[in-house]
């Protein structure tokens, strides 16, 4: 798989996928639903407001998308203590976070502001490719009006 982006190819990973892509190619990003830092975070299947970050990929999105959240992850990025055992890559760049506040739509969630303002869908470069990590499932059944068109983003990247 390393091979195949670092070639030129482009993987999309979703949630656990997501999570395993970035232990692979050791990207500099910490996965604060899970970590030591969540606290006591939890969002067991809730909807949650995302806002896109302006670039080409999210061009003509709406300034707000609804998008279904279960044992999901949001990242933010390393700082350079943490990345000390990590190689010095560029940050992977930020194209949709979770809202910064009025962030749960619907449901239940504890402690939105573990993800609140962090990274749900980044694109990082890896040798001549390109690697799009969803932190949410973007096709999850019928929450994916508004996000499922993000997968099509991502492949043609």
């Keep these: 798989i390393e091979e195949f982006v670092r070639g030129g190819g482009t993987l999309v990973a979703i949630e656990s996928a ?8 050791d990207l ?23 806002v896109p970050v ?15 959240f279960s044992g999901s992850t949001a990242w933010r990025a390393a700082t350079k203590d943490e990345r000390k055992e990590k190689k010095e890559l560029p940050a992977p760049k930020v194209l949709l976070e979770y809202a910064p506040t009025r962030t749960l739509l619907s449901g239940w ?13 980044l694109r ?3 040798g001549q490719g390109r690697v799009h990590l969803f932190g949410f499932s973007p096709h999850y ?8 068109g993000l997968l099509f983003r991502a492949v043609l990247d």
Excluded: M, N, Y
């Excluded at 969630?109 to 303002?117: D, F, L, S, T, V």
């Design 18 to 25: 997501a999570r395993w892509t970035v232990e692979l190619f």
């Design 28 to 50: 500099p990003l910490i996965d604060v639903a899970r970590d030591k830092e969540a606290g006591e975070f939890s969002c067991p299947g809730s909807v949650l407001r995302a």
């Design 54 to 68: 302006a670039d080409a990929l999210t061009a003509g999105l709406a300034p707000s998308l609804a998008l279904f």
């Design 109 to 121: 969630i504890k402690e939105p502001e573990r993800i609140a303002g962090r990274a749900a869908w």
């Design 124 to 126: 990082a470069e890896h």
């Design 141 to 148: 059944r019928s929450w994916s009006q508004q996000t499922f």
